[in-house]
């Protein structure tokens, strides 16, 4: 029997043997997309496919689709079909197996043997699992896991969690002139990369950061290339093992270049896992604070002070000494201490350099790399 | 300075030095018995007591209170005294910390610096926090780690969990006849364990089980003793590294022997880890059901076969080939298969032993080391 598409009729009586570990492992790739609160009840199942040569795995909900391909000396297929089985369960199920699972249709009824543990499900019927409208053919480009990795590490951490603005809950990608730009922003702080692309792409797409995060999650360890479609509505991430399909969030999104400030007042270099472990410390207080109020100052010219204080509780204060100071040797800003502490963490480097645009103004984290990134979060207003 | 007792009067001026780890770990264990919520505001501190030679932490709650002794030479006493300070921030800022702490107190404010990192805190008065009534003398017995953790562990999981009949929260402990009985049920199940002891003590005592969970976290995985004392309203663990004290739960406790069916009509012995692995599994469906139905069954008079099923979900049947049917070889009884987990888990010997009665009858679970431990669990009714 010849392989046509995933989305064929198949026979109802599938029957396959298969590892335990390597269908655990997909079973738990695909459930990253199904949620058990759906409610449309068949998106509660998972989809299993059985070809001549494969087996495809299918979990989605009304944004996102994720699709796991199964195949080699792992798998024995005996007879093909399709089936939808409840995902909780099935996981469950799996996860609890020492051995080998032997999978078969019995009129309408899936029986999985595992040594000596019998099991009898419900299957749900597999055409009524919505199908995919890839009618819409979108224009391809291929970046590699590395780099796909490092620009959602580097942008998605700013998105708007809650969705009054639906758009600020998306990164926003921009494919121009070569260029890849994604940012994202919760109009209090706004993170970027840019990096280059070999496509002449024109185009921009807002992709919930929710995809993004199931995307990191299903990307492997190992290098490789990530064939990706987009069009108007979709985009689609594609690697010989998975493929994750997300609607697009429509709506305009702000002008990213006008957020970044003019006229650099002040300067500083400083080693960033230093500024990382200070953050992180002065959150125990200053999460007391609607805004994590911390507060920077430059005592003498030439020593960075932080401190934060929460008047029920107590007050910290940490002395840095910054590798440079540059342009003005005065400042005293106050800022939000998770924004600046999640910014500081999305650089690699081991130095980093914030710059400041006077009382106000937002404050500028970036690599001394050079590396094409940048985070921008407001500064809180004391007075 | 001599140290006259843990709760005299200490100045204000406290001062010392010590290893960071060394007072989160301590910090850590008297935390157990902190709760965050507690309506005293007092109890939401932890004790600091500053002696010559040692520092003494307590934190408590409205049942049970921990102190944890810190000596040695990770420690450097600078000046004697005492506060309070807010638990959750004081564990939250020392987890933060990276280097030795120096802890001094001035006018009121404790400071605490830690190389950069400077902490002021308000503290507490320390005369506020309650003080232990150990007036009444109790009882004194020993018990080794070894012996405390076991009882604790065979028993404790039988206590009820909702406090309708607040007795059956606890652990009932009999002392008599140079025998340690300990006991504890949920009016479901019952679990129980007798050890010998080398004492003539001669009472009972029922101990929340909340404080003896703290207790299992707090002694150490070395071997060695712990002291106990009892009077009727209190019971004490101490070694030299810390106290816990509990007040007992007033009221009878049900008569734990009467419990014990008699007339054995089957008796299985099998594999724990099989049946422990086999009712694990059978709970994915069986948790559908308000008392988790596992139905056990003896098959042409020689294996066992569990099964489970939801209707809206699915069955599951496995088949165990146990070591030796004793009694009559027919056998269809139900059971709530937590309950029976449970009590599979705390059997520690590779081979376990099934005890039947009769249908709706209890179902014993033993070891079959014969070392003094059963769990008793009601059959579930079906019909």
Request: hydrophobic share 40%; glycine share 6%.
């Amino acid at each position: 029997m010849e392989t046509k598409g995933i989305d064929r009729e198949l026979e109802d009586e599938m029957e396959f043997i298969i590892d335990r570990n390597l269908i655990l492992a997909a079973l738990l790739d695909v459930s990253l997309a199904v949620s058990t609160k759906d409610t449309i009840p068949i998106l509660k199942g998972i989809k299993m496919e059985v070809f001549d040569d494969k087996i495809i795995l299918t979990g989605g909900n009304q944004v996102s689709i994720i699709k796991k391909i199964i195949k080699g000396p792992a798998v024995s297929i005996i007879q093909t079909g399709s089936t939808v089985l409840e995902a909780r369960f099935l996981v469950g199920l799996v996860r609890k197996l020492e051995n080998d699972l032997h999978v078969k249709s019995i009129s309408g009824s899936i029986v999985v043997r595992s040594g000596e543990v019998e099991t009898t499900f419900h299957g749900m019927d597999p055409a009524e699992y919505p199908k995919l409208h890839d009618s819409e053919a979108g224009s391809e480009m291929v970046l590699t896991i590395e780099k796909l990795k490092e620009i959602i590490l580097q942008t998605g951490f700013a998105a708007a969690i809650n969705d009054a603005r639906p758009v600020l809950t998306g990164c926003h990608w921009r494919f121009k002139n070569r260029i890849l730009t994604c940012a994202a922003t919760d109009s209090q702080r706004m993170a970027m990369r840019k990096i280059d692309i070999e496509s002449d792409l024109n185009r921009v797409a807002n992709i919930p950061t929710a995809s993004l995060s199931k995307l990191l999650k299903l990307l492997p360890k190992q290098a490789g290339n990530v064939n990706i479609q987009i069009s108007d509505s979709f985009i689609l991430f594609k690697t010989p093992d998975f493929e994750l399909y997300s609607l697009l969030i429509t709506g305009s999104y702000p002008q990213i270049d006008r957020l970044i400030p003019t006229g650099i007042s002040t300067e500083i270099t400083l080693n960033r896992k230093t500024l990382e472990n200070a953050l992180d410390r002065m959150n125990i207080i200053s999460n007391h604070h609607k805004h994590h109020d911390v507060r920077l100052s430059i005592c003498n010219g030439e020593v960075i002070e932080l401190s934060t204080i929460a008047y029920e509780l107590g007050k910290m204060v940490q002395k840095i000494m910054p590798n440079e100071i540059q342009g003005k040797k005065e400042l005293d800003i106050t800022f939000d201490s998770i924004f600046m502490l999640e910014a500081v963490k999305s650089i690699q480097d081991a130095q980093l350099k914030l710059s400041f645009y006077g009382e106000n103004k937002p404050i500028v984290v970036e690599s001394t790399a050079g590396n094409d990134q940048l985070s921008l979060i407001s500064s809180v207003r004391t007075k």
